[in-house]
């Protein structure tokens, strides 16, 4: 079982509050990722970092931030939540692709927003 | 624009029985495909990962094939059992950087009733 931690698991909050959802990982991976998963589609990519003070945003257009101060963790923050925003959002890590490794990501179990 | 289509979008089987689900993929270049498994309020965990040179794999009662000419691949899950039930994903990967750019399907969500 992958060691990728994400909490809270459930948070449901007020439209204009600050949350920070918080993932760690214990593999060592350089490459982590925060993911959105909406039902019934596929996994948006929102924000990734390949290593320390690096990070990058993905491939939907999000309103949160990320930070890469320490290898193991990659907490998200939004600074005003709306409505919008309610979702599941998946953290993962990975190593970097080579000839032995194929760049499999390991999942947290998830952290499911509801923005009131 | 999704380039990873996967069907059925949902399905419901007996226990016990068999089921195949599609991937059709438009990805260029092709990197690998990997099968991952997500059971409801879980993370995604991988099933098994197929490169270009291979053609089927095994892991336990699941069994990938890849067709790289069509670009198609299959998930036939085998005496199918209750914890079966979950959304299973295809994910295709490039190799348009060194980091390989990952497109996701929706996923098909398989039920198994007793």
């Known amino acids: 079982e992958a060691d990728i931690y994400q909490t809270p698991r459930y948070l449901v909050i007020g439209t204009g509050k600050k949350i920070t959802l918080e993932c760690s990982q214990t593999m060592g991976h350089d490459k982590m990722y925060w993911y959105q998963q909406d039902p019934g589609m596929e996994l948006h990519l929102i924000h990734y970092s390949y290593g320390v003070n690096s990070t990058e945003k993905g491939d939907l257009s999000s309103e949160s931030t990320v930070s890469r101060i320490r290898t193991e963790h990659f907490p998200l923050t939004l600074e005003s939540a709306r409505p919008s925003h309610t979702s599941q959002y998946l953290c993962?890590?990975?190593?970097?692709?080579?000839?032995?490794?194929?760049?499999?990501?390991?999942f947290g179990e998830g952290s499911r927003l509801t923005v009131l | 624009k999704n380039q990873v289509e996967q069907s059925p979008q949902s399905l419901i089987i007996l226990e016990g029985k068999n089921c195949t689900l599609q991937?059709?993929?438009?990805?260029?270049?092709?990197?690998?495909l990997r099968w991952y498994k997500q059971d409801t309020g879980r993370g995604p965990v991988s099933l098994t990962i197929m490169t270009f040179s291979e053609n089927t794999k095994s892991n336990g009662r699941y069994t990938a094939t890849l067709d790289a000419d069509t670009k198609q691949s299959s998930l036939h899950i085998t005496a199918s059992q209750l914890s079966d039930s979950a959304s299973y994903i295809c994910v295709v990967s490039d190799r348009g950087s060194t980091l390989g750019r990952l497109y996701f399907g929706r996923g098909t969500q398989l039920t198994v009733w007793p």
């Open positions: 993962a890590s990975s190593e970097a692709p080579d000839q032995k490794n194929t760049g499999e990501l390991f």
């Open positions: 991937c059709n993929y438009t990805v260029s270049p092709f990197s690998n």
